[in-house]
């Protein structure tokens, strides 16, 4: 990375509390649910619900509270959501059956979205002139957080008592608490003043609606690496198993390595549209690839889903580049927590409903749901230019009529 730490003291103090925050993340992701199943016993049937549940009831937080960042204040928010995930993931410590499992991780589920909204209006105004940039160099940091977080969990996992799935807890929590005290250090910004007209204006856009569900289906790709190709290694080619953590290394390398330069071309939306188409394409390919791994010998599957993983990842730097930029730039400067939790919307249906329609097409199915998928994320990548369009139309008469109701009001 040609810059390892960012230009202002802002920016520094973001990127550090996402640090903290991202190692806590990597604990959880790695370890979280064997704490449930393995620690507290709860069967996985009810874990898979209970995360379900708490998934579709977190999709409306993020639109309240990045209106409310909006409004009150983006950092005040932003530390109350980070408080509210302490203290719910501290009490996983008490979830000693189901619906105490459920309360808790609807608590801590809801204020992740609601975090992730309330931090958009912190990173455009400290973001620079391309706050854009700065996410993707975000990005970046939590890939280096999560993948230390994902070490010291393999310590949780690998010692299997039960104190150590609570230590991993624990860590968690403090990790998430800290993270909040990091942003006590970040100046507050002023809410944007108040405009007139109806209140949830992102839920009227209808061509930012639109992106928000075509990014949502491309964010399915994320559960590509995570979910589908673990399953898809083990049940049906003769690849080590050892190569699943292979392929994951190879893609955060690749990530903390390239977002940024991936990110820097994609500076306006049309280069946004054209990112995800890219990626569009960059994803059929790589699903072709790993559907040509069964029935091969180990050392030719190993290949094929390296390659895949390296294709896969590139398609991943575009679509995440594709979203900063979109996302940023076609929301107004006076809702951008609001709009930001709009676009949210999108990732949190994939991270619901993502696993099951993977694991049905690619897994259950096999080879041909493999370009199934792949076509899907194509075709989502193919309509985002026009899409893209639409948006730039509707912007651009906006502001038209803004101009003639000055001149009217000043003539």
Known sequence: ?????????????????????????????????????????????????GLGIAGFLALAAGIAAGHLADRRGARGVYVITLTIQAVATAAFLLADSFWPFVIAVCAATGAKGAGLAARSPLIRHHGGERPQEFRAYLRAVSNIGISLGAVLAGWA????????????????????????????????????????????????????????????????????????????????????????????????????????????????????????????????????????????????????????????????????AAGFEVSFALAPQHATGQYLGVFGLGAGLAEAVGPALLISLCITWGRPGWYIVGAMFLLAGLAAPFTVSWAQRLQSAESALKDVEHQTATA
């Open 1 to 49: 990375m040609p810059h390892l730490l960012p230009d202002t003291k802002p920016q520094r103090i973001l990127a550090a509390s996402n640090f903290v925050y991202t190692v806590g993340s990597g604990l959880y992701l790695t370890a979280g649910v064997l704490y449930f199943t393995q620690a507290v016993r709860l069967p996985a049937s009810q874990v898979g619900l």
């Open 157 to 320: 996992v690998q010692v299997g008592t039960h104190r150590s799935y609570q230590l991993l807890v624990v860590g968690n929590a403090i990790a998430f608490a800290a993270s909040a005290i990091v942003m006590f250090l970040l100046p507050k910004v002023t809410p944007v003043p108040v405009v007139k007209g109806p209140r949830w204006i992102a839920l009227r856009d209808r061509p930012y609606l639109t992106l928000t569900v075509l990014d949502g289906v491309m964010a399915i790709q994320f559960k590509v690496l995570t979910v589908a190709i673990p399953l898809w290694l083990v049940t049906r080619t003769e690849a080590p198993h050892w190569l699943i953590s292979g392929t994951m290394l190879l893609n955060t390398l690749l990530v903390i390595t390239f977002q940024i330069r991936a990110s820097r071309n994609v500076n306006n939306p049309t280069a946004g549209a054209w990112a995800y188409r890219r990626s569009g394409v960059a994803f059929l390919m790589a699903s072709a690839l790993i559907s040509l791994s069964a029935g091969v010998p180990g050392w030719a599957a190993a290949t094929l889903l390296l390659t895949a993983v390296v294709v896969h990842t590139i398609g991943e730097l575009w679509h995440s």
